[in-house]
């Protein structure tokens, strides 16, 4: 079945600094990849989605890239804030009626310090 | 707008104990789902329904039952409790006409003693 790594599992960066957290999935025929940030005592939110016929996509200071080859899949955090400190984690899944099966990453947990 | 509803938030049960964990959506959707969450391991699915009447094995289903009780609400049964249990509990929902985005209650901790 599907085996999602996620890394590093604690980074800790300076106020207005990038951030990026890597993944990499084990099945080619996975092909949607959403990313979720979890603040303390509240459940997941999903914050930027890739699917497979796209290499990179933006939102603000959000962006998340996928190299389908490669297999893995980055999210890159600019100029973050402290707000930005939850734990995130990525996922994967074949989408269509299996779009709700994710293949969850460990998580990262991202301290912004001010 | 309440989305995706859990309770209990909090439960202690003792070991042998049976509970069931209930889940409500109010956004019209097909599918619903139970992950637990366990330090360093991510969200791992329990079980899924991806329509009203049909139940799937997830990745850690043992120790389970689950029940979809109409389109709005599943609901998540241990029927004798054990201590590996012990876990935070959420549910979720989600749509294909929405892209499959899936949006997450709010938890529910779980402890076994």
């Known amino acids: 079945g599907e085996n999602v790594e996620q890394h590093p599992s604690t980074l800790s960066v300076q106020e207005g600094d990038s951030a990026v957290i890597k993944c990499t999935y084990s099945d080619s025929a996975s092909n949607y990849f959403p990313w979720y940030k979890q603040e303390l005592g509240k459940g997941p939110q999903l914050i930027i989605d890739i699917r497979s016929n796209v290499g990179e996509k933006k939102d603000q200071r959000i962006a998340v890239t996928l190299n389908k080859t490669a297999k893995h899949f980055s999210l890159h955090i600019t100029e973050t804030q402290p707000e930005d400190s939850a734990v995130y984690f990525c996922?994967?899944?074949?989408?269509?009626?299996?779009?709700?099966?994710?293949?969850f990453g460990q998580g990262t947990e991202l301290s912004v310090k001010p | 707008n309440a989305g995706v509803t859990q309770t209990p938030k909090f439960q202690v049960l003792k070991t042998g104990q049976s509970m069931t964990l209930q889940c409500a959506q109010d956004?019209?959707?097909?599918?619903m789902y139970w992950y637990r969450q366990d330090p360093g391991m991510g969200l791992r699915l329990i079980y899924y329904s991806a329509s009203e009447g049909t139940t799937d094995k997830g990745e850690v289903p043992n120790g389970y039952n689950v029940s979809r009780l109409n389109k709005r609400e599943f609901s998540l049964r241990l029927e004798s409790a054990a201590p590996s249990q012990t876990s935070v509990y959420f549910c979720?929902?989600?749509?294909?006409?929405?892209?499959?985005?899936?949006?997450f209650g709010e938890g529910s901790w779980l402890t076994v003693v």
């Open positions: 996922a994967a899944s074949k989408g269509g009626n299996q779009g709700g099966k994710l293949i």
């Open positions: 979720a929902s989600s749509d294909l006409r929405g892209g499959n985005t899936i949006y």
């Open positions: 956004m019209n959707h097909n599918s």
